[in-house]
């Protein structure tokens, strides 16, 4: 069985804690004189420092008035007082009470006096919504007549809710408890897990409401459902120390690179993410979504790294991408580091299983080398071996080598992984280290290094210069557009939503995900932003990969929201419990639950990419007319039936604007494509997609609102309610939409950013404001002729960027943080969406 020390371990990795208390008996010791009940000053000073800390919520919760405890404790910053047990969440509470509850107490107050008598021993304490009976200091001969009046009396009375406590009965004219006030406080607080302490019989009602990870204590003897016993407040007071030293320990992990400051790299079989100090944090091989082989960015150093950086002190490092390509270069001073996966001859385009992280070191200067590589996440035992020219990694099924002629390495072994530690001394001559997965060979390559980095120069650079690029922000839509090409799967047409798994939407809370897959409608959209530019292969090879997933399901309307970028079924969402996550962001996860969920968005997008390529001139070829048809029968048999929505509630399904709009974009797409294609019309087609328009617009606009809403019926708004307007459903100069833009601004635009939504999604903590959605809102402005609005949101969007130009998924207005996965396709798309069409509007 586990003992408190384990459990306060355990509790001090929680990603959400909430930390609460009773007062007399636990924070301060019993006296005869409630009025000279001192806390111990050690148990306030960790109740201070723990609601300092990120994700970390702490509350006293008391059967004495709220007046009372701010007097007794100071009114602790950051500190929730609850009073009389739970009645008093606010001050000016009795100010709510019913004019009769008002009445009631009066007259229990009253009664409780008059058997109280000359007070001789016994104390009546008034609070807001309650009268307590004290009878601790009362000769026993006194006391038992006068608590059986009580209960024959007043507590007897209807309306009157009795609380027994040590020698003390308080009668209250509201219904409430400790359970109930610490349920309302992890709720309010969306606190996942909890600790109460108490010594109290009316303590019981907060230690029966702990489940799963919760923990228990009560405080001296007596019968408890608590699941651990302390001797006194003195002991209370060592046990909040340390659950502070701990919680403090695993709030260190907050000093973690913003999110926003990774650069990553590509060789279009998996991707690396280094620090802004050239610090290899993230890499997953032989594909992004497997196993991370350096997964320092979710899991800490213990998941593995791969640092090069000056031996002594050094200047603050500078970086930046080699003009037009996705090759890194780092450099302190005269020192510097260029970094990049091996695109050299045709790789990119052959099947996954070799990659190579090639790190050049050049300039002048003593060099320190970690390379701490760690299997499956950490999870496995890493063990390396030394050879002449470099180093072998053990444990894996593919043979995995680091080449790195000249470097002598020293291998320390820290539990169950071993690092290696080199240092050399940097004279002008570059150093070569390559990482080698898919092979043992540590000879030296075929091709010179300064060759290869030619080669991956021209892959990025000679398809970068074939893009038609906007004037507006060229740079930033350029990087954009090497970001999405870089999260293309090469061997497959797959593309990634993101690179990364489990960074986190709420810093410290759960709503971390698995983005390395690929999402077909994310996958659209991103292919969609590149047809646009003028690349039309990515497209092509996204609509062959689709086709691929169609030929191994049984119907169209059965095709799943995401796959893997092979394009096979994901296995079960799993967490990985043993890493802390990004900022203490637990759990990391692995998989993606939204892959059996109903999304009736996908379909749009995939007949929107091929109008896209018909409109360019592109080759479409009858398997991609086949395709059309295949969306458009999927439509017609489920688009009457609720979804899951492009958000993924984890709720119950309703009818979605947003699914119900893009079912229409699919049909009216189709449509299209049958005229332009075929030279030709389906009037079946025509007449489906002008019924689902009349749905829509009599089921989905709200006159209560003045906007469509987030499903049908609802009065609450969604961003993605936009779409209605710049898909061409209802005229940009639609009133209705109009009102549905002005509802987006008031509920849901924050300075530069627009959240998705305000409405309880079932799931705990907030999140920040959604890139994806403000480049909405930017092509709504637009579309509306309201270039001047639109231009200035656009120019705050882009000024959310990182120093090498890559967007995470959201941002923060509040903290000024960049949350979620990185590079996130949506971000990198909408943003060439809202250049191009400020480009035109521009002239």
Known sequence: MMDLSDSLERLATAPTLLVASDYDGTLSPIVDDPSKAVPDRESVVALRALAQLPGTHVAVISGRSLADLAVLLGEPEGVHLVGSHGSEFDVGFADALTPEAVEL????????????GDGQGFQIETKPASVAFHFRNA???RANPAVKRVEDGPAAWEGVHVKRGKMVLELGVVSTNKGEALETLRKRLSCGTAMFVGDDVTDEDAFERLHGPDVGIKVGPGATG???????????????????????????GSEATPIEELAMLSDQRTVALETASGRVVWMCAPRADSPALFGELIGGPTAGYFDIRPAQDHAEAGQRYHRETNIVETRWGALTVTDYLDCSGSRPTQRAGRTDLVRVIGGAGRVRIEFAPRLDFGRVPTRLIARDEGLVIEGLADPVVLRSPGVSWTIDRDGQHDTAVGEIEAIGRPVVLELRYGTGDLSEARLPEPARRKETNRFWSKWLASLDVPDVMPDLVRRSALALRGLVHGPTGGVLAAATTSLPE?????????????????????????VRLGSNAEAIGLLDWTLGVLDRISAPERLAPLYTVSGAELGPEAELAELPGYMGSRPVRVGNG??????????????????RLLERGAAVTFEHWQLVEQMATAVENRWEEPDHGIWEVRDERRHWLHSKVMCWVTMDRAVKVSERYLGRSREDWATLRDRIRDDVIERGYNSEIKAFGAWYGSTEID???????????????????AGTVAAVERELLEG???????????????????HFCTTWLIDSYAAMGRLSEAWELFNKYTALAGPTGLMPEEYDPATGRSLGNHPQAYSHAGLIFNAIRLGEAQG
């Open 719 to 737: 961003a993605a309610a936009l779409l209605i307007g710049t898909t061409g459903l209802i005229d940009p100069g639609d009133e209705r939409f």
């Open 226 to 252: 608590a699941s651990f016993r302390v001797g006194d407040t003195h002991d209370v007071a060592q046990l909040l120390a340390r659950l502070t030293e701990l919680r403090q320990r695993w709030a260190a």
């Open 594 to 611: 939204a892959a059996n969920q109903l999304q009736l968005d996908v379909f749009g997008p995939v007949v929107e990419l091929v109008w």
């Open 139 to 141: 000769d026993p001969e």
């Open 105 to 116: 107490r009066k007259k229990v107050q009253a009664e409780l006096e008059a058997i109280a």
């Open 752 to 770: 530069p950013t627009v959240y998705r939504y305000k409405y309880d999604d079932g799931l705990p903590g907030g999140e920040g404001g959604f």
């Open 506 to 530: 709420d810093p410290g809370g759960v709503r971390n995900w698995d983005y390395r897959y690929c999402w077909l409608r994310d996958a659209a959209i991103s292919c969609e932003a590149l």
